[in-house]
């Protein structure tokens, strides 16, 4: 049964992107260990608030597990301590009375930090505009079944589709690539008859724009996929490889 929690909070707060930034140290009492993540900051918020200090900055959206916006670093996991789930799903259930948590931003030369946790993943925005997308006529909507595709084929393309674009896989990586992301969205389009067309080319302008904006190269370490929210494989980056190695051959 959930109860109430007595927690020390360590929090990243920076107050732009220039800024040195630093841990400060809060105390939160009286937690409901059936609260969220989240709502647990919100509860430090209105506790700075009445003190007349400046709330902390963090970014959400939806809180459920979609928009993949909740980028937090908690206690050294991107999304915190559990598993395949994002940072506003997680529960304070998760943490012991007394406990002491560590709250960090995504830390990756390709995010850098607007303002305490919060950080600019536009990068990953810039990668899809590169190349994440099908660009030719597909005509019209055919009749079901017209295009017969393998059950497997479809089941991979949809958990590549499963990417949040949270940047938690280039955060965790110590290169900082953003492999697993960029394999994913490769993936779900490669795999279908639509994106097959395009497949090596969107793999290299993508990889091209990924190096561009500084993220690093995979050495195959997979901490991006031991804490990917979404369970996204490391299988996908073998196959943006050979995406990758086609578009080459084509040059
Ligand atoms: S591959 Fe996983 S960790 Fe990376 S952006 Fe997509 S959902 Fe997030
Ligand atoms: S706030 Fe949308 S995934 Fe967490």
Redesign the pocket.
């Known amino acids: 049964m959930d109860k109430n929690i007595d927690i020390t909070l360590k929090v990243w707060r920076q107050r732009g992107p220039k800024d040195k930034g630093g841990f400060e140290t809060y105390q939160l009492k009286g937690i409901s260990q059936g609260s969220s993540f989240l709502e647990m900051l919100d509860v430090l918020n209105e506790q700075l608030v009445n003190e007349g200090k400046e709330p902390v900055v963090f970014d959400h959206d939806c809180r459920e597990g979609i928009c993949?916006m909740c980028s937090l670093y908690i206690n050294g996991h991107?999304h915190g301590p559990d598993s395949e789930i994002t940072t506003c799903q997680l529960h304070m259930r998760k943490f012991d009375d007394g406990a002491t948590i560590t709250v960090e931003p995504w830390r990756s030369a390709g995010f850098p930090v607007i303002r305490d946790l919060m950080v600019d993943r536009y990068a990953?925005d810039k990668i899809i505009q590169a190349g994440g997308f099908v660009s030719v006529n597909t005509g019209g909507i055919p009749d079901a079944n017209a295009i017969p595709i393998p059950k497997q084929d479809a089941d991979f393309a949809m958990d590549a589709a499963?990417?949040?674009?949270?940047?938690?896989?280039?955060a965790?990586c110590k290169n900082g690539s953003?492999m697993?992301?960029v394999?994913?969205k490769v993936s779900q389009l490669a795999l279908l008859p639509q994106g097959k067309v395009e497949a090596a080319r969107r793999a290299k302008a993508m990889i091209a724009k990924m190096d561009e904006l500084g993220f690093g190269n995979c050495t195959n370490t997979r901490a991006?996929e031991a804490?990917?929210?979404?369970?996204?494989s490391i299988s996908n980056i073998a196959r943006l490889n050979r995406e990758y190695i086609t578009a080459k051959l084509q040059d």
């Open positions: 993949g991107p990953y499963s990417c949040i674009g949270c940047g938690a896989c280039a965790a953003a697993l992301f394999s994913a991006c804490e990917c929210p979404k369970a996204v």
